[in-house]
């Protein structure tokens, strides 16, 4: 023990020695009067009285001096600077740990905010450019195609559009999610920083106050102050801070509702495009249904007339092989006349060769008459068939002449009427013509539209950077600050409150330049940090 | 014959978001992560008709790239514009005295984008 702490042992002993003297005297004194008088005031005490007196006096003595005792404030104990030193250290120690925790804190939520700000953000916003990409090349397909007028093009185009347009908003819904994670995160970081601030505040605030009642030795009081300033510097940086995190909440929110606009704008877009292509499906189908019917007109008219000299050809042939079967019954006919001559002349003979033979020869006179009447009947037929024969192939051949008249006929109606139907089409392929041109002109109008609401995204896609900029300048200060005041608790401790070094100005440095570097930045996408705002571009 | 236009970012968002949006208004696109990988590219033989540049970017800034890329002899009058967050006169100033033909602060429209770029680069 050193000389001071045997003179604070002494001081504590001396003080109970004066207390306990105090106290007796206190009792004893009126007590001794008593005794001492109670011959004069006539008080009969016997020894028995007396010794009870005396108990009683030292038990009220003893009273006295336990309460006195307890009435003097312990705290007027005067600590030895070791002991004063190691009572400062471990308040400084506890006022330091809460600021480990928060420096913990931070550095967390820096690594957790790089993990929910940068990476997703940078994935999703190259889904983003990819499907615009994709639309993009989808409807340039669509007016190339249309310059063919391909039917089932525009359908798949069609089809194939919607899908698209569908995955985008996924997209971007998945975009929006992460932004206001981002934005959930960044205000609860701000609101718990905020409560942190106010209780570092308070406890710094009351730490002071008690080291300014005590008597600290100067160095230690010094080294107190310092640390006090130095905190509140440091806590000054978090505000500054705090103030950037709400501008990169702002901005998010600022930049998911340009996005979700952007992308309403590109979905009515795309959906008229769609429904504009199948109103157009279906009026070119009724317009192809046209050219359809008359091209099949004009293919079976054609058929037909490819048909008909073959039907003429085939008719003569019938008419032919008809006119040789006449010709040849006629050679019959020729023949039947013939028997029936020589039949006759038979018959002329027999009735000769009858009359010869006299009355035997009368029935074989009556069988000659009969035969030659039998020759003159087949005459008489052969002549009618001849004759029927000339008027079948008579008729014949007239009526050939007029069945070829009526075949002409027919094929110069059908003539007409192609020609009718050839009219037709040149007129529906002029109506398409001119439909696809409209067509043609309406959807490149939408292409465009459809193109300056994808730039519009895209454009939108940089509030990223920004705010990853942001974010970067924050964790540098951060990292500054935090080293800086790791070195000034490491001196603080080791050299007991006598520092070397002047943190403040550091720390003041840092904020100061943190402060100009975010004025020099450009302000938040509808904030205005105040101070002049220069022009957003300018050539040299 | 199309233009080239050279962008130099360290973020992938800028790059994407401004190659898709140029290639679609006609130009080729050039990119580059960083100053460093950009000067390889230029000395390997691409010869841009306009260079675009962010400013704050590790390994080599934006107004250090300028330097060096003026210092090249057949980069001496190429246009070069900037494209960044910083706003400040100083930092203009800077990149006016390193070369610098124009400077932007982001974000901006491609429109006032193509508006610019068609005021530097001739024939567009």
């Known amino acids: 023990m050193t000389t001071q702490s045997q003179n604070n042992t002494h001081v504590q002993r001396s003080t109970k020695l004066i207390v306990f003297l105090v106290s007796l005297m206190s009792v004893f004194v009126p007590v ?20 009870l007196f005396l108990v009683l006096a030292i038990i009220v003595a003893l009273g006295m001096q336990w309460s006195l005792l307890k009435i003097i404030p312990a705290k007027r104990e005067i600590l030895s600077p070791e002991e004063q030193v190691h009572a400062t250290n471990e308040k400084l120690r506890y006022i330091f740990n809460v600021i480990t925790r928060h420096i913990e804190n931070a550095t967390e939520f820096k690594n957790e905010g790089v993990n929910i700000i940068e990476n997703p953000t940078d994935k999703l ?9 994709t639309i993009a090349d989808s409807v340039q397909t669509l007016i190339s195609t249309l310059q063919f007028g391909s039917h089932d093009t525009l359908e798949n185009i069609k089809q194939s559009l919607t899908p698209l347009i569908d995955q985008t908003l996924d997209a971007i819904s998945q975009y929006l999610t992460v932004s206001e994670n981002i934005e959930n995160h960044l205000c609860n970081q701000i609101s718990t920083t905020q409560k942190l601030l106010i209780n570092l505040r308070s406890e710094l605030a ?26 509140d510097i440091y806590l000054k940086i978090e505000e500054a801070i705090d103030q950037q995190l709400a501008v990169v909440a702002n901005d998010t929110n600022e930049a998911g509702m340009t996005l979700v606009t952007n992308m309403s704008t590109l979905r009515d877009s795309a959906t008229g495009l769609v429904h504009y292509i199948s109103e157009s499906l279906s009026q070119i189908s009724g317009m192809e249904n046209e050219v359809n019917d008359c091209v099949q007109f004009i293919v079976n008219t054609g058929h037909f007339i490819k048909d008909i000299p073959s039907k003429i050809q085939a008719d003569i042939q019938s008419i032919q092989k008809a006119s040789s079967v006449i010709d040849s019954l006629g050679y019959l006919v020729d023949s039947i006349k013939d028997i029936g ?41 052969a002549e009618l068939i001849e004759s029927g024969l000339n008027t079948a192939r008579q008729t014949i051949h007239e009526g050939l002449k007029f069945k070829f008249l009526d075949e002409i006929m027919v094929q ?5 009427n192609i020609m ?84 403040n100005i550091k720390m003041n440095t840092i904020l100061n330049e943190y402060s100009i570097s975010e004025s020099s930045h450009h302000s938040s996408l509808s904030l205005n940090n105040g101070g002049t705002q220069s022009p957003q571009f300018e050539l040299f | 014959m199309a233009k080239t236009i050279f962008l130099i970012d360290d973020s992938g968002a800028m790059l994407m978001s401004l190659r898709d949006n140029l290639e679609f208004s006609g130009f080729n696109v050039e990119t580059a992560e960083n100053g460093v990988k950009a000067i390889e590219k230029l000395m390997a033989g691409l010869n841009p008709d306009l260079i675009i540049t962010d400013i704050n970017m590790p390994n080599m800034d934006g107004i250090e790239l300028i330097k060096k890329v003026r210092a090249l002899p057949n980069f001496r009058f190429v246009p070069i514009l900037t494209l960044t967050t910083e706003a400040n006169q100083h930092k203009r100033e800077e990149g006016k005295q390193a070369g610098a033909t124009g400077w932007l602060v982001k974000p901006i429209k491609i429109g006032d984008l193509l508006k610019i770029i068609k005021q530097v680069l001739p024939g567009v």
């Open chain 1, 32 to 51: 001794s009067v008593v005794i001492l008088l109670s011959p004069y005031f006539e008080i009969q005490l016997n020894n028995q009285k007396e010794i």
């Open chain 1, 125 to 133: 916003a190259a889904i983003l450019v990819q499907r615009s990409e």
């Open chain 1, 206 to 231: 009351a730490f002071v106050l008690n080291q300014s009642q005590q008597k600290t030795p100067p160095n230690l009081s010094t080294g107190i102050i310092e640390t006090a300033e130095l905190i």
């Open chain 1, 341 to 381: 001559f020589q039949t006759d002349i038979l018959a002329v003979n027999a009735a000769i060769q009858a009359s010869h033979a006299g009355e035997a020869g009368l029935g074989f006179k009556i069988v000659a008459d009969e035969v030659r009447k039998l020759a003159l009947n087949s005459s008489k037929a």
């Open chain 1, 412 to 416: 110069m109606d059908e003539a007409a």
């Open chain 1, 420 to 503: 009718d139907a050839v009219k037709r089409l040149d007129a529906s392929h002029e109506d398409m013509r001119i439909y696809y041109g409209m067509l043609f002109s309406a959807i490149n109008q939408n292409n465009l539209k459809l193109a300056n609401d994808i730039s519009d995204i895209l454009d939108s896609i940089q509030y990223q950077d920004i705010v990853r900029q942001r974010i970067e300048r924050i964790q540098f200060v951060m990292q500054q600050r935090n080293e800086l005041l790791q070195q000034f608790i490491a001196e603080l401790e080791s050299s007991g409150g006598q520092m070397t070094d002047d943190f």
